[in-house]
């Protein structure tokens, strides 16, 4: 089984929360990280980490929104040629992310905590 873990706002005070979920699914599952280069730095050996550079979250209302919007258009690119059996979102911002959930194929798959902002 295949997982894709996701953060679509990479807050500082979520890296040690993400990295634990992330290890405890490494335990049993597949997993796969889509972050910022260097955001994670402990994570097991066999959790697939793709870093990008353009996952940056910019300042102001309007510009944070939108970026956020971009990293879930990257995100479901990725996830289309991954083709995970789950997607899990561990934070993002409700309202880009009641259109940004459409970007997903199979949104049945689609597994998300109540992290929001």
Request: proline letters at 3%.
């Amino acid at each position: 089984m295949k997982i894709l873990y996701l953060d679509f706002l990479y807050p500082k005070g979520h890296i040690c929360q993400n990295a634990s979920y992330i290890s405890c699914f490494a335990k049993f599952v597949n997993v796969y990280v889509i972050c910022p280069k260097r955001h994670y730095n402990n994570l097991p050996k066999e959790v697939k980490v793709i870093e990008k550079d353009s996952l940056k979250i910019k300042d102001g209302r309007l510009f944070s929104r939108l970026s956020t919007l971009k990293i879930m258009l990257i995100s479901a690119i990725i996830a289309r040629k991954l083709k995970p059996d789950y997607v899990f979102i561990s934070s993002y911002e409700t309202i880009m992310f009641s259109i940004g959930r459409l970007f997903f194929r199979r949104r049945e798959r689609l597994s998300y905590y109540i992290t929001s902002i």
